[in-house]
Protein backbone atom coordinates (compact mmCIF):
# COMPACT_ATOMS: atom_id res chain seq x y z
CA UNK A 1 0.00 0.00 0.00
CA UNK A 2 2.78 2.53 0.59
CA UNK A 3 4.48 1.92 -2.75
CA UNK A 4 1.10 1.87 -4.31
CA UNK A 5 0.65 5.44 -2.51
CA UNK A 6 3.93 6.78 -3.03
CA UNK A 7 3.39 5.68 -6.95
CA UNK A 8 1.57 8.46 -7.68
CA UNK A 9 3.20 11.36 -5.93
CA UNK A 10 6.16 10.70 -7.74
CA UNK A 11 4.96 10.56 -11.59
CA UNK A 12 3.03 13.53 -10.96
CA UNK A 13 5.89 15.91 -9.55
CA UNK A 14 7.61 16.31 -13.22
CA UNK A 15 4.15 17.22 -14.49
CA UNK A 16 3.45 19.48 -11.41
CA UNK A 17 7.40 21.02 -11.42
CA UNK A 18 6.86 21.64 -15.53
CA UNK A 19 3.39 23.76 -14.96
CA UNK A 20 4.86 25.39 -12.25
CA UNK A 21 7.97 26.58 -14.71
CA UNK A 22 5.10 27.00 -17.63
CA UNK A 23 2.97 29.77 -14.74
CA UNK A 24 6.40 31.75 -14.09
CA UNK A 25 7.03 32.37 -17.73
CA UNK A 26 4.10 34.90 -18.13
CA UNK A 27 4.91 36.51 -14.30
CA UNK A 28 8.54 37.27 -15.45
CA UNK A 29 7.37 39.10 -18.75
CA UNK A 30 5.10 40.47 -16.92
CA UNK A 31 7.56 42.23 -14.72
CA UNK A 32 10.08 43.05 -17.02
CA UNK A 33 7.06 44.93 -18.97
CA UNK A 34 6.52 46.92 -15.74
CA UNK A 35 9.80 47.52 -15.04
CA UNK A 36 10.32 49.15 -19.01
CA UNK A 37 7.21 51.23 -18.15
CA UNK A 38 8.47 52.72 -14.94
CA UNK A 39 11.65 53.47 -16.39
CA UNK A 40 10.31 55.29 -19.63
CA UNK A 41 7.82 57.32 -16.75
CA UNK A 42 10.17 57.92 -14.74
CA UNK A 43 13.09 59.33 -18.15
CA UNK A 44 10.01 61.68 -19.07
CA UNK A 45 9.84 62.55 -15.82
CA UNK A 46 13.56 64.04 -15.51
CA UNK A 47 13.11 64.99 -18.70
CA UNK A 48 9.52 67.18 -18.68
CA UNK A 49 9.08 67.54 -15.16
CA UNK A 50 8.91 71.57 -13.85
CA UNK A 51 10.42 73.31 -17.05
CA UNK A 52 10.05 76.96 -16.04
CA UNK A 53 10.67 78.26 -20.17
CA UNK A 54 7.84 78.25 -22.35
CA UNK A 55 8.37 75.05 -24.50
CA UNK A 56 10.09 75.63 -28.14
CA UNK A 57 12.08 78.48 -26.66
CA UNK A 58 15.74 78.52 -26.82
CA UNK A 59 15.72 78.49 -22.81
CA UNK A 60 13.25 75.47 -23.19
CA UNK A 61 16.13 73.23 -25.33
CA UNK A 62 18.68 74.06 -23.16
CA UNK A 63 17.04 72.87 -20.01
CA UNK A 64 15.83 69.35 -22.21
CA UNK A 65 19.52 69.28 -23.20
CA UNK A 66 21.35 69.31 -20.04
CA UNK A 67 18.33 66.65 -18.52
CA UNK A 68 19.17 64.77 -21.60
CA UNK A 69 22.64 64.56 -20.89
CA UNK A 70 21.68 63.26 -17.53
CA UNK A 71 19.13 60.45 -18.71
CA UNK A 72 22.07 59.26 -21.10
CA UNK A 73 24.57 59.50 -18.33
CA UNK A 74 22.21 57.15 -16.06
CA UNK A 75 21.38 54.42 -18.99
CA UNK A 76 25.11 54.01 -19.77
CA UNK A 77 26.25 53.59 -15.78
CA UNK A 78 22.95 51.36 -15.51
CA UNK A 79 24.05 49.14 -18.16
CA UNK A 80 27.35 49.29 -17.22
CA UNK A 81 27.30 48.65 -13.44
CA UNK A 82 24.74 45.94 -13.81
CA UNK A 83 26.38 44.06 -16.34
CA UNK A 84 29.51 43.85 -14.93
CA UNK A 85 28.38 42.86 -11.52
CA UNK A 86 26.49 40.28 -12.61
CA UNK A 87 29.81 39.07 -15.02
CA UNK A 88 31.53 39.01 -11.92
CA UNK A 89 29.05 37.18 -9.44
CA UNK A 90 29.37 34.04 -12.48
CA UNK A 91 33.32 34.37 -12.35
CA UNK A 92 33.45 34.17 -8.96
CA UNK A 93 30.75 31.87 -8.43
CA UNK A 94 29.59 34.00 -5.05
CA UNK A 95 26.94 36.82 -5.16
CA UNK A 96 27.92 38.17 -2.60
CA UNK A 97 31.36 40.02 -3.88
CA UNK A 98 31.29 43.13 -6.42
CA UNK A 99 33.68 44.21 -8.59
CA UNK A 100 35.04 46.84 -6.19
CA UNK A 101 36.93 44.20 -4.48
CA UNK A 102 39.28 43.92 -6.53
CA UNK A 103 40.59 47.76 -6.27
CA UNK A 104 39.29 48.94 -9.36
CA UNK A 105 37.69 52.26 -7.62
CA UNK A 106 40.46 52.21 -5.39
CA UNK A 107 42.98 52.28 -8.25
CA UNK A 108 40.55 55.29 -9.58
CA UNK A 109 40.68 57.36 -5.97
CA UNK A 110 44.74 56.96 -6.22
CA UNK A 111 44.54 58.02 -9.92
CA UNK A 112 42.46 61.19 -9.10
CA UNK A 113 44.26 62.41 -5.75
CA UNK A 114 47.93 62.21 -7.24
CA UNK A 115 46.68 65.08 -10.11
CA UNK A 116 45.50 67.05 -7.12
CA UNK A 117 48.74 66.39 -5.24
CA UNK A 118 51.12 66.81 -8.09
CA UNK A 119 49.70 69.40 -9.85
CA UNK A 120 46.97 71.32 -7.49
CA UNK A 121 43.30 71.82 -8.39
CA UNK A 122 43.26 73.56 -11.27
CA UNK A 123 44.75 69.79 -12.79
CA UNK A 124 41.22 68.10 -12.53
CA UNK A 125 39.80 70.91 -14.40
CA UNK A 126 42.71 71.52 -17.00
CA UNK A 127 43.12 67.39 -18.27
CA UNK A 128 39.28 67.08 -18.47
CA UNK A 129 38.44 65.76 -21.87
CA UNK A 130 38.29 62.25 -24.01
CA UNK A 131 42.06 62.13 -23.50
CA UNK A 132 42.00 62.08 -19.71
CA UNK A 133 38.69 59.11 -19.79
CA UNK A 134 40.97 57.00 -22.55
CA UNK A 135 44.58 57.01 -20.07
CA UNK A 136 42.34 56.06 -16.75
CA UNK A 137 40.00 53.23 -18.63
CA UNK A 138 43.13 51.79 -20.13
CA UNK A 139 45.38 52.55 -17.09
CA UNK A 140 42.61 50.83 -14.78
CA UNK A 141 41.82 47.66 -17.60
CA UNK A 142 45.50 47.26 -17.98
CA UNK A 143 45.81 47.14 -14.20
CA UNK A 144 43.70 44.25 -13.75
CA UNK A 145 44.54 42.04 -17.18
CA UNK A 146 47.82 42.17 -15.92
CA UNK A 147 46.41 40.94 -12.23
CA UNK A 148 44.33 38.12 -14.03
CA UNK A 149 47.35 37.31 -16.14
CA UNK A 150 50.33 37.18 -13.32
CA UNK A 151 47.83 35.12 -10.65
CA UNK A 152 45.87 32.82 -12.75
CA UNK A 153 49.43 31.63 -14.89
CA UNK A 154 51.41 30.41 -11.89
CA UNK A 155 50.99 27.11 -10.72
CA UNK A 156 49.39 27.48 -7.68
CA UNK A 157 47.23 30.56 -9.48
CA UNK A 158 43.35 30.55 -8.58
CA UNK A 159 40.12 32.45 -8.01
CA UNK A 160 40.43 32.96 -4.28
CA UNK A 161 44.01 33.51 -4.37
CA UNK A 162 43.32 36.34 -7.05
CA UNK A 163 40.46 38.05 -4.89
CA UNK A 164 42.90 38.22 -1.33
CA UNK A 165 45.34 40.03 -3.59
CA UNK A 166 42.39 42.27 -5.35
CA UNK A 167 41.32 43.11 -1.62
CA UNK A 168 45.28 43.91 -0.48
CA UNK A 169 46.11 46.26 -3.35
CA UNK A 170 42.67 47.80 -2.73
CA UNK A 171 43.69 48.28 0.72
CA UNK A 172 46.80 49.46 -0.47
CA UNK A 173 45.81 51.99 -3.42
CA UNK A 174 43.30 53.37 -0.03
CA UNK A 175 46.14 53.82 2.17
CA UNK A 176 48.32 55.98 -0.35
CA UNK A 177 45.21 57.90 -1.33
CA UNK A 178 44.62 58.70 2.20
CA UNK A 179 48.10 59.58 2.95
CA UNK A 180 48.19 62.16 0.27
CA UNK A 181 44.26 63.71 0.77
CA UNK A 182 45.77 64.59 4.69
CA UNK A 183 48.23 66.77 2.69
CA UNK A 184 46.43 68.92 0.53
CA UNK A 185 45.17 72.28 1.60
CA UNK A 186 41.11 72.26 2.56
CA UNK A 187 40.62 74.29 -0.96
CA UNK A 188 42.12 71.46 -2.62
CA UNK A 189 40.55 68.76 -0.86
CA UNK A 190 37.18 70.00 -1.20
CA UNK A 191 37.71 70.23 -4.90
CA UNK A 192 38.64 66.87 -4.78
CA UNK A 193 36.02 65.18 -2.79
CA UNK A 194 33.10 66.56 -5.13
CA UNK A 195 34.94 64.26 -8.08
CA UNK A 196 35.16 61.17 -5.61
CA UNK A 197 31.52 60.86 -4.77
CA UNK A 198 29.39 59.34 -7.97
CA UNK A 199 27.29 62.62 -9.32
CA UNK A 200 25.29 62.10 -12.55
CA UNK A 201 26.21 65.31 -12.73
CA UNK A 202 29.62 65.03 -13.07
CA UNK A 203 29.16 63.71 -16.37
CA UNK A 204 30.93 65.61 -19.70
CA UNK A 205 28.35 65.21 -22.77
CA UNK A 206 31.53 64.55 -24.79
CA UNK A 207 32.20 60.75 -23.15
CA UNK A 208 28.93 59.70 -23.44
CA UNK A 209 28.70 58.60 -27.28
CA UNK A 210 32.35 57.25 -26.70
CA UNK A 211 31.10 55.34 -23.47
CA UNK A 212 28.01 54.31 -25.37
CA UNK A 213 29.96 53.32 -28.24
CA UNK A 214 32.28 50.86 -25.78
CA UNK A 215 29.49 49.32 -23.77
CA UNK A 216 27.44 48.53 -26.63
CA UNK A 217 29.55 46.71 -28.10
CA UNK A 218 30.96 44.47 -25.18
CA UNK A 219 27.33 44.24 -24.38
CA UNK A 220 26.61 42.65 -27.61
CA UNK A 221 29.77 40.28 -27.00
CA UNK A 222 28.10 39.56 -23.56
CA UNK A 223 24.76 38.19 -25.40
CA UNK A 224 26.13 36.42 -27.70
CA UNK A 225 28.02 34.21 -25.44
CA UNK A 226 24.93 34.44 -22.50
CA UNK A 227 24.08 30.36 -23.24
CA UNK A 228 28.17 29.43 -22.55
CA UNK A 229 27.79 32.10 -19.22
CA UNK A 230 25.18 29.99 -18.35
CA UNK A 231 27.63 26.79 -18.55
CA UNK A 232 30.45 28.69 -16.54
CA UNK A 233 28.04 29.94 -13.87
CA UNK A 234 27.50 26.07 -13.19
CA UNK A 235 31.36 25.77 -11.23
CA UNK A 236 34.80 25.08 -12.38
CA UNK A 237 34.41 21.12 -12.84
CA UNK A 238 30.95 21.17 -14.81
CA UNK A 239 32.26 23.84 -17.52
CA UNK A 240 35.45 22.13 -17.83
CA UNK A 241 33.37 18.69 -18.19
CA UNK A 242 31.37 20.26 -20.51
CA UNK A 243 34.25 21.41 -22.80
CA UNK A 244 34.92 25.00 -21.89
CA UNK A 245 38.61 26.22 -21.04
CA UNK A 246 37.08 27.77 -17.37
CA UNK A 247 40.25 29.47 -17.29
CA UNK A 248 40.52 31.80 -20.30
CA UNK A 249 36.67 31.89 -20.08
CA UNK A 250 37.10 33.50 -16.47
CA UNK A 251 40.06 36.11 -17.27
CA UNK A 252 37.84 37.15 -20.29
CA UNK A 253 34.70 38.22 -17.97
CA UNK A 254 36.62 39.62 -15.70
CA UNK A 255 38.69 41.89 -18.28
CA UNK A 256 35.12 42.28 -19.51
CA UNK A 257 33.88 43.68 -16.00
CA UNK A 258 37.29 45.82 -15.74
CA UNK A 259 36.40 47.46 -18.94
CA UNK A 260 32.87 48.21 -17.94
CA UNK A 261 33.77 49.40 -14.26
CA UNK A 262 36.34 51.32 -15.54
CA UNK A 263 34.13 54.14 -17.71
CA UNK A 264 31.35 54.12 -15.78
CA UNK A 265 33.91 54.72 -12.35
CA UNK A 266 35.91 57.39 -15.00
CA UNK A 267 31.94 59.19 -15.67
CA UNK A 268 30.63 59.59 -12.83
CA UNK A 269 33.06 58.41 -9.80
CA UNK A 270 32.52 55.20 -7.53
CA UNK A 271 29.52 53.56 -7.36
CA UNK A 272 30.34 50.61 -4.68
CA UNK A 273 26.57 49.17 -3.69
CA UNK A 274 24.78 50.03 -7.01
CA UNK A 275 25.88 47.19 -9.38
CA UNK A 276 25.35 44.47 -6.06
CA UNK A 277 21.88 46.04 -5.33
CA UNK A 278 20.62 45.30 -9.18
CA UNK A 279 21.94 42.04 -9.51
CA UNK A 280 20.92 40.89 -6.01
CA UNK A 281 17.44 42.12 -7.04
CA UNK A 282 17.51 40.31 -10.67
CA UNK A 283 18.46 37.03 -9.53
CA UNK A 284 15.60 37.18 -6.72
CA UNK A 285 12.70 38.78 -8.84
CA UNK A 286 13.44 36.72 -11.81
CA UNK A 287 13.59 33.75 -9.57
CA UNK A 288 16.27 31.88 -12.50
CA UNK A 289 20.02 32.18 -13.00
CA UNK A 290 19.87 32.09 -16.37
CA UNK A 291 21.60 35.12 -18.42
CA UNK A 292 19.10 35.68 -20.93
CA UNK A 293 17.05 36.73 -18.30
CA UNK A 294 19.22 38.43 -15.37
CA UNK A 295 21.20 40.68 -17.66
CA UNK A 296 18.35 42.67 -19.15
CA UNK A 297 16.60 42.57 -15.66
CA UNK A 298 19.40 43.70 -13.93
CA UNK A 299 19.74 46.57 -16.19
CA UNK A 300 16.14 47.88 -15.84
CA UNK A 301 16.29 47.63 -12.49
CA UNK A 302 19.29 49.63 -12.70
CA UNK A 303 17.49 52.05 -15.00
CA UNK A 304 14.14 52.21 -12.64
CA UNK A 305 17.18 53.02 -9.21
CA UNK A 306 18.63 55.90 -11.14
CA UNK A 307 16.11 57.77 -12.97
CA UNK A 308 13.40 56.90 -10.26
CA UNK A 309 15.48 58.14 -7.30
CA UNK A 310 16.48 61.04 -9.28
CA UNK A 311 13.24 62.29 -9.98
CA UNK A 312 12.19 61.97 -6.72
CA UNK A 313 14.57 63.35 -4.88
CA UNK A 314 15.43 66.25 -7.36
CA UNK A 315 11.49 67.19 -7.88
CA UNK A 316 10.37 66.40 -4.22
CA UNK A 317 12.83 66.96 -2.09
CA UNK A 318 15.46 69.04 -3.76
CA UNK A 319 18.48 67.32 -3.30
CA UNK A 320 19.36 65.72 -6.30
CA UNK A 321 23.05 65.70 -5.41
CA UNK A 322 22.86 62.89 -2.77
CA UNK A 323 21.45 60.36 -4.38
CA UNK A 324 24.58 58.56 -5.33
CA UNK A 325 24.86 58.79 -1.28
CA UNK A 326 21.50 57.45 -0.42
CA UNK A 327 22.12 54.35 -3.16
CA UNK A 328 25.78 54.04 -1.17
CA UNK A 329 23.65 54.01 2.19
CA UNK A 330 20.67 51.69 1.26
CA UNK A 331 22.92 49.23 -0.12
CA UNK A 332 25.50 49.23 2.26
CA UNK A 333 22.58 47.85 4.43
CA UNK A 334 21.30 45.47 2.19
CA UNK A 335 24.82 44.35 1.73
CA UNK A 336 24.79 43.76 5.47
CA UNK A 337 21.46 42.22 5.74
CA UNK A 338 22.03 39.59 3.17
CA UNK A 339 25.37 39.02 4.54
CA UNK A 340 23.70 38.22 7.77
CA UNK A 341 20.63 35.94 6.35
CA UNK A 342 22.83 34.17 3.93
CA UNK A 343 25.45 33.43 6.95
CA UNK A 344 28.36 33.13 5.03
CA UNK A 345 30.35 34.45 1.93
Not at 130 to 147: N, P
Not at 151 to 165: A, C, D, K, Y
Request: net charge positive; aromatic share 12%.
Amino acid sequence: MASGAAGPSHSSSPREASRGATARVPRIWLRFVILGAVAVLAAVGVLCWGIAPAPGSRGFWLVMERRGITVATMIVVAAAQSVATVLFHTATSNRILTPSIMGFEALYVVMQTALVFFWGAQSLAVTDGLLKVAIQSVLMVAFATLLYRWLFSGRLGNLHTMLLVGVILGMGFASVSTFMQRMLTPSEFDVLSARLFGNMSNSNPEYIPWATLVIGAVIVFVWTRRYRLDVLALGRDTATNLGLNFRREVTGLLVITAILISISTTMVGPLTFFGFIVATLAYQLTGSSRHALVLPFAFLLGLVTLLGGYFILRHIFSAAGVLSVIIEFVGGLFFLIYLLRKGRL
